[in-house]
């Protein structure tokens, strides 16, 4: 399985809308509804952000949102902080009982 | 509270084994899948195994295919990671997870802190 495609850094002011995107193929993101984002401060555990593409987990700020078109998935968040500043991956289910995560994706705010 | 605590890790030379562990609390751990996903340094994540509440339906990734075995103990609320014929590239910090989806797998909703692997002779 290869990784998920994610750009490497991506940056934005306080209070300014970023988009990650993560793009595979028709055998992961592009079949299933089953991609998942995490935000990493450095040092830490990642933490769930959003799950079945577009869902929020109990406790994350609705600034996160999720979408997918096609093979690519992306994580929206809006109105940014400075605690936003993190790594950023996408998962998804890769078929065959199987999961892939992206490169990630280093978030700077500016 | 809700917890994972990974132990186990260490140095070990190339060929060798070591088992880690992860204890659970705070949740139901008997009917919870769980993972096991890696990161090593200064890179991304990456799956290595899952495995069902009942310990009937396990998935390992191709690049620990037959050399790792996932189990667990439901009356310790422990889950385990034995690792065998290690390489360089299995170095990393490895987490436990909890499977949160009830639908596919994908969707880690608990991790532990980590435990540091280092394969080095």
């Known amino acids: 399985q290869s990784a998920l495609t994610q750009p490497a850094s991506v940056s934005g002011s306080p209070g300014q809308s970023i988009a990650i995107s993560c793009t595979g193929t028709?055998?992961?993101?592009?079949?299933?509804?089953?991609v998942s984002w995490y935000q990493q401060h450095p040092g830490k555990a990642p933490k769930l952000m959003i799950y079945?593409?577009?869902k929020r987990p109990s406790g994350v700020s609705n600034r996160f949102s999720g979408s997918k078109s096609g093979n690519t998935a992306s994580l929206t968040i809006s109105g940014l902080q400075a605690e936003d500043e993190a790594d950023y991956y996408c998962?998804?289910?890769?078929?065959?009982?199987?999961?892939?995560f992206g490169g990630g994706t280093k978030l700077t705010v500016l | 509270q809700v917890q994972l605590v990974e132990s186990g890790g260490g140095v070990v030379q190339p060929g060798g084994s070591l088992r880690l562990s992860c204890a659970a609390s705070?949740?139901?751990?008997?009917?919870?899948?769980m993972h096991w996903v890696r990161q090593a340094p200064g890179k991304g994540l990456e799956w290595v195994t899952f495995?069902?509440?009942?310990?009937?339906?396990?998935y390992y990734s191709d690049s620990v295919k037959g050399r790792f075995t996932v189990s667990r103990d439901n009356s310790k609320s422990t889950l385990y990671l034995q690792m065998n014929s290690l390489r360089a590239e299995d170095t990393a910090v490895y987490y436990c997870?909890?499977?949160?989806?009830?639908?596919?797998?994908?969707?880690?909703?608990?991790w532990g802190q980590g435990t540091m692997v280092t394969v080095s002779s």
């Open positions: 495995i069902q509440y009942d310990e009937n339906t396990k």
């Open positions: 997870a909890r499977e949160g989806s009830t639908r596919a797998i994908h969707a880690f909703d608990i």
């Open positions: 705070g949740f139901s751990f008997t009917t919870s899948g």
């Open positions: 028709s055998s992961d993101v592009g079949s299933y509804n089953f």
């Open positions: 079945e593409g577009s």
């Open positions: 998962c998804s289910y890769a078929g065959t009982n199987t999961l892939v």
